[in-house]
Protein backbone atom coordinates (compact mmCIF):
# COMPACT_ATOMS: atom_id res chain seq x y z
CA UNK A 1 0.00 0.00 0.00
CA UNK A 2 2.70 2.35 1.08
CA UNK A 3 4.65 1.58 -2.06
CA UNK A 4 1.53 2.15 -4.01
CA UNK A 5 1.03 5.39 -3.15
CA UNK A 6 4.68 6.57 -3.38
CA UNK A 7 4.15 5.59 -7.13
CA UNK A 8 1.39 7.66 -7.22
CA UNK A 9 3.05 10.52 -5.45
CA UNK A 10 5.97 10.78 -7.72
CA UNK A 11 3.73 10.51 -10.94
CA UNK A 12 1.52 13.40 -9.30
CA UNK A 13 5.10 15.51 -8.98
CA UNK A 14 6.10 14.41 -12.16
CA UNK A 15 3.16 15.76 -14.38
CA UNK A 16 2.74 18.82 -12.04
CA UNK A 17 6.61 20.01 -12.95
CA UNK A 18 5.95 18.88 -16.98
CA UNK A 19 2.52 21.34 -16.65
CA UNK A 20 4.53 24.67 -15.22
CA UNK A 21 5.12 27.23 -18.60
CA UNK A 22 8.35 29.31 -18.62
CA UNK A 23 9.08 32.73 -20.32
CA UNK A 24 11.25 32.87 -23.18
CA UNK A 25 13.05 35.53 -25.20
CA UNK A 26 11.02 36.04 -28.97
CA UNK A 27 13.25 37.76 -32.05
CA UNK A 28 13.04 36.83 -35.58
CA UNK A 29 16.65 38.57 -36.26
CA UNK A 30 18.03 38.82 -32.15
CA UNK A 31 21.07 41.09 -32.09
CA UNK A 32 24.21 39.86 -31.73
CA UNK A 33 25.59 40.24 -29.35
CA UNK A 34 22.46 39.45 -27.44
CA UNK A 35 20.71 42.45 -25.95
CA UNK A 36 17.91 41.13 -23.37
CA UNK A 37 16.79 44.63 -22.87
CA UNK A 38 15.01 44.66 -26.68
CA UNK A 39 13.79 41.73 -26.72
CA UNK A 40 9.88 40.74 -26.70
CA UNK A 41 9.35 37.58 -24.02
CA UNK A 42 6.66 35.45 -24.49
CA UNK A 43 4.88 33.69 -21.09
CA UNK A 44 3.34 30.48 -21.21
CA UNK A 45 5.89 28.48 -22.89
CA UNK A 46 6.41 24.83 -22.51
CA UNK A 47 10.04 24.81 -24.04
CA UNK A 48 12.11 27.75 -25.30
CA UNK A 49 14.56 27.26 -28.67
CA UNK A 50 17.13 29.30 -30.15
CA UNK A 51 17.34 28.33 -34.33
CA UNK A 52 20.73 29.44 -35.50
CA UNK A 53 21.06 29.45 -39.66
CA UNK A 54 24.64 29.11 -41.14
CA UNK A 55 25.49 29.52 -44.91
CA UNK A 56 29.07 27.55 -45.20
CA UNK A 57 29.46 27.86 -41.69
CA UNK A 58 28.67 31.92 -41.49
CA UNK A 59 26.09 32.54 -38.92
CA UNK A 60 23.48 34.17 -41.08
CA UNK A 61 21.06 34.64 -38.56
CA UNK A 62 19.78 33.71 -35.10
CA UNK A 63 15.85 33.38 -34.37
CA UNK A 64 14.80 32.30 -30.51
CA UNK A 65 11.06 31.17 -30.01
CA UNK A 66 8.98 29.93 -27.81
CA UNK A 67 7.76 26.11 -28.70
CA UNK A 68 5.17 23.51 -27.91
CA UNK A 69 7.60 20.90 -28.75
CA UNK A 70 11.15 21.05 -29.75
CA UNK A 71 11.82 19.99 -33.48
CA UNK A 72 14.64 19.27 -35.76
CA UNK A 73 15.36 22.29 -38.41
CA UNK A 74 15.76 20.76 -41.75
CA UNK A 75 17.24 22.32 -44.97
CA UNK A 76 17.11 21.57 -48.32
CA UNK A 77 19.51 24.08 -49.60
CA UNK A 78 23.07 23.62 -50.35
CA UNK A 79 25.49 25.05 -47.77
CA UNK A 80 22.84 26.11 -45.64
CA UNK A 81 22.63 24.53 -42.27
CA UNK A 82 20.05 25.27 -39.17
CA UNK A 83 20.92 24.06 -35.67
CA UNK A 84 18.20 24.38 -33.08
CA UNK A 85 18.62 24.24 -29.39
CA UNK A 86 16.01 23.98 -26.93
CA UNK A 87 15.74 24.37 -23.06
CA UNK A 88 12.95 23.58 -20.13
CA UNK A 89 13.60 27.10 -17.91
CA UNK A 90 12.87 30.89 -17.72
CA UNK A 91 14.34 32.50 -20.94
CA UNK A 92 17.09 29.87 -21.10
CA UNK A 93 17.14 30.73 -24.75
CA UNK A 94 19.67 33.07 -24.34
CA UNK A 95 22.13 30.41 -22.81
CA UNK A 96 21.17 27.78 -25.59
CA UNK A 97 24.44 28.83 -27.61
CA UNK A 98 26.38 28.91 -24.64
CA UNK A 99 25.10 25.29 -23.16
CA UNK A 100 25.76 23.95 -26.49
CA UNK A 101 29.26 25.05 -26.80
CA UNK A 102 30.06 24.04 -23.30
CA UNK A 103 29.15 20.51 -24.39
CA UNK A 104 30.43 20.12 -27.07
CA UNK A 105 33.65 21.12 -25.99
CA UNK A 106 33.49 18.75 -23.00
CA UNK A 107 32.52 15.88 -25.86
CA UNK A 108 35.68 16.73 -27.56
CA UNK A 109 37.67 16.82 -24.28
CA UNK A 110 36.62 12.91 -23.53
CA UNK A 111 37.39 12.18 -27.11
CA UNK A 112 40.58 13.44 -27.24
CA UNK A 113 41.57 11.77 -23.66
CA UNK A 114 39.76 8.91 -24.36
CA UNK A 115 41.88 8.51 -28.03
CA UNK A 116 45.02 9.35 -26.31
CA UNK A 117 44.66 6.45 -24.18
CA UNK A 118 44.08 4.16 -27.00
CA UNK A 119 47.25 5.54 -28.44
CA UNK A 120 49.64 4.46 -25.39
Known amino acids: MARTALTLVTLALCAVSGA ?7 CTDCPVPFDPFNITIKSDCKLCSTLETFN ?5 GTEMKCLQQCTLAASGESGIVRRIMCCEMDLCNRMAKNVHSFWYLMGLMIAIAVHGIECS
Do not use: S
Request: charged share 35%; hydrophobic share 35%.
Open 20 to 26: KAIDCYE
Open 56 to 60: NETLM
